[in-house]
């Protein structure tokens, strides 16, 4: 299947971003507190199989997206998706440590029918951690999301009251507004007023892919904060599209020109406490990539840590990983960080061309096949 992948021509990012080796040259080895994935999708059913463990592996607690079909729509919703998800994890091969540590956080889906009362409801859970809103059509799984955000003022009251935060999956979807500029316009037009008009609305603004995005969250005060994906850390859309197209690059929002990457990669390890680890991880069975329709999302859950060290320490920063990581969005929640630690090593790794994944189909992560520089000890 990655056999075309791998006659492409190929810049992996330790080598097409200037490296500043002053600060961490010396690393070699980097024991950090445990991280949390505060952006994921495990998917359901028999995609659990693969998606937990590899989650499970590095990360304890993971904010898992409710991009369901159905999608996770109320608080029964999140409680019966967590069981599934924890008999998943019992059923797995993991050790009884990581069994005992891996806590995943529900989001509820924002639709056009969400009430005040499912937002009462779940801030009292005690198991949803936040509410996604996904302006529909935005993404995959998107179409039951919200269709005129500013219907929903009374959901904005609410998430305010009860401090629930809400994440964003910014981008207008307006056909006519290229698929490049609908981060920025979404910014600019739909989230610029939310924010006026909730000044103490915790937001999370998603995958963030641009310097604009990067500069409205450092322009707001500590409310609002966002997450970062290896993918717009360490690629940009040259990698997608020249020299032949590659899926496995393929997901929303799109990435964008180099000079965005840069200013990502400067925010992420900046040590501001306003950018922190998403994975994003959205997989999608290899052949549903490798289509003349492919399916938007990158697979990084099994390789996160070492791809986030590959970035980091691309511009010497590698440092800064721990904040980024393991402290900043546990802060942002109101978390308290974790007591373990995992260590991460300066010795290379081959990322596996791919996964089984359910009904006989495979997953294709990111950079499969590649080699990594860095990998987690054992
Ligand atoms: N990021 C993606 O390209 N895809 C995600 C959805 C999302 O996070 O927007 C997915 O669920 O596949
Ligand atoms: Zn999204
Ligand atoms: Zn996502």
Redesign the pocket.
Known sequence: MIAAQQDCPFTPVYDNIERDDTMTDSIRELTILQPDDWHI?LRDDKALATTVAHAAQSFNRVIC?P?LVPPVKNVDDAHAYRARIIQQLQASDLSAERKAAFDPRMTLYLTDNTTANDIEMAAKSGIVQAVKLYPAGA???SADGVTDINARVDIFEALEKYNLPLLL?GEVTHDHVDIFDREKRFLDEVLAQIIIKFPTMKIVLE?ITTSDAADFVLAQGNQVAATITPQHLMFNRNHLLVGGIKPHFY??PILKRESHQKVLLDVATSGNPKFFLGT?S?P?ATDAKESACG???CYSASTALPLYATAFDSVGKIDKLEGFASRFGAQFYGLPVHESTITLINTPMQVPTDYPYFDGSSLTPLMAGEMLPWSIKA
């Open positions: 999708h997206m991009n993404t995959t799984n999956h995958h997901c929303l994003d959205a999608h399916c938007a999302g």
